[in-house]
């Protein structure tokens, strides 16, 4: 069992930047694939960013790609996500994610474990 808390969510101004951290519990962190997810109020919730176990991949989608940083520190069992020039567009509820799957957690159909979320708001 995997147990995921975000943070690090807030209210910025458009062009500024917030960094999320996402704590997970149990041992096997390390093993999981980990990833960021959001869903805008009204839309679907959509793929943000992902990284392996080894964190030697990354992948990000288009909306963020340049402008978005995904890490992790095994040992301290956290996943972050560096966001920069953040625009009112960003607005959603962050979650976090985690699967033994690097493919399957890109897909975002049937991951294994999922945080409760954060809310990163941009105002213009």
């Known amino acids: 069992q995997v147990q995921l808390v975000e943070s690090g969510g807030g209210l910025v101004q458009a062009g500024g930047s917030l960094r999320l951290s996402c704590a997970a519990s149990?041992?096997?962190?390390?093993?999981?694939?980990m990833g960021w997810f959001r869903q805008a109020p009204g839309k679907e919730r959509e793929f943000v960013a992902a990284?392996?176990?080894?964190?030697?991949?990354?992948y990000y989608a288009d909306s963020v790609k340049g402008r978005s940083t995904i890490s992790r520190d095994n040992a301290k069992n956290t996943v972050y996500l560096q966001m920069n020039s953040l625009k009112p567009e960003d607005t959603a509820v962050y979650y976090c994610?985690?699967?033994?799957?690097?493919?399957?957690?890109?897909?975002?159909?049937?991951?294994?474990?999922w945080g409760k979320g954060t809310l990163v708001t941009v105002s213009s």
């Open positions: 994610a985690a699967d033994l799957s690097y493919v399957t957690l890109i897909a975002g159909t049937s991951v294994d474990y």
């Open positions: 149990g041992r096997t962190f390390s093993r999981y694939a």
């Open positions: 990284i392996s176990w080894s964190a030697g991949t990354t």
